[in-house]
C-alpha cells in the first residue's frame, strides 16, 4: 500500500468551472476525511465519512460542494461554480477505527481558481 | 468550540540546538493531541499522537508533552538538523471525528 493518494496534484480553472478532486485513502483505513488549507494556516475540517456514510459535514461545505464515498473506497470531492475564494489546497486523509488511530494525510490537491 | 494556537509562528535557530514548540487549545475534552510536519506545498506527516490519558510520547529526537488541565502540548525537538526546516501543526482531536488545527510554527534550520 502506497498510502493516500490524491488527483490531480494541481489544478488551475476559470471562474464558474466546476472541478472534482480524487482521494484513494489506505484500503484498510474505513474512515476518510476531507480538509482544505489556505496559505499559512492549518487545515480546516470539511467532511468526514465512516464506510460509504457520510457523517459529519462543516458549514465550510457550502451547496457548492459535494463529497461522495461509493462503495467505501475512494473518495470524490466536487465543487461547482468555483469561485476565487475557492483557492486552496484540498487535502484528504484516512484512518481506521478507534478514538485514537492516527491519520494519514495524502498530498494534496492544490485548486488555483483565476 | 476548540480552538488551537501555536506559538511562535515561526522561528530561526542554527543547527545543533534543542528547541520548543508551544500550542495551547481551549475545550480540554480532548480524545488525543496530535503533531504533523508539513513541508513546502506538500500533504502533512503525522509525527506524535498522544492519548487524552498520556503525559507524553517519544519518537527519536523528538518528545511532546500533553497538559490536559492547562491545555497546552509542547513538542521538543533535540539537535536540531537543517533537514528539520517544515512546519509543524498541532490538533485537538475531540472525538467528533474533525481534528482541529493549529496555524501551525514554520522553523528554520540554519546549518
Known amino acids: 500500500d502506497t498510502g493516500v493518494s490524491q488527483d490531480p496534484r494541481h489544478k488551475i480553472t476559470k471562474r464558474g468551472q466546476n472541478v472534482t478532486f480524487r482521494c484513494d485513502p489506505i484500503s484498510e483505513h474505513n474512515r476518510l476525511y476531507w480538509y482544505r488549507q489556505t496559505l499559512g494556516q492549518g487545515p480546516e475540517f470539511l467532511t468526514y465519512?465512516?464506510?460509504?456514510?457520510?457523517?459529519?459535514k462543516s458549514r465550510l461545505l457550502s451547496d457548492r460542494f459535494s463529497a461522495e464515498r461509493p462503495k467505501g473506497s475512494f473518495s470524490t470531492l466536487e465543487i461547482q461554480r468555483t469561485e476565487q475564494g475557492d483557492s486552496a489546497m484540498y487535502l484528504c486523509a484516512s484512518s481506521g477505527d478507534g478514538a485514537n488511530y492516527g491519520y494519514t494525510f495524502g498530498s494534496g490537491t492544490r485548486l488555483t481558481v483565476v | 468550540k476548540q480552538e488551537v494556537t501555536q506559538i511562535p509562528a515561526a522561528l530561526s535557530v542554527p543547527e545543533g540546538e534543542n528547541l520548543v514548540l508551544n500550542c495551547s487549545f481551549t475545550?480540554?475534552?480532548?480524545?488525543?493531541l496530535q503533531w504533523f510536519r508539513q513541508d513546502p506545498g506538500k500533504g502533512l506527516t503525522s509525527l506524535l499522537l498522544i492519548q487524552s490519558s498520556q503525559r507524553e510520547q517519544t519518537s527519536g529526537r523528538l518528545n511532546a508533552s500533553l497538559d490536559k488541565s492547562s491545555g497546552r502540548s509542547t513538542l521538543y525537538i533535540a539537535a536540531s538538523q537543517p533537514g528539520d526546516s517544515a512546519t509543524y501543526l498541532c490538533?485537538?482531536?475531540?472525538?467528533?471525528?474533525?481534528?482541529?488545527f493549529g496555524s501551525g510554527t514554520r522553523l528554520q534550520v540554519q546549518p
Open positions: 490538533a485537538a482531536d475531540t472525538g467528533r471525528r474533525a481534528l482541529t
Open positions: 465519512f465512516q464506510n460509504e456514510a457520510q457523517l459529519e
Open positions: 475545550d480540554s475534552a480532548i480524545y488525543n
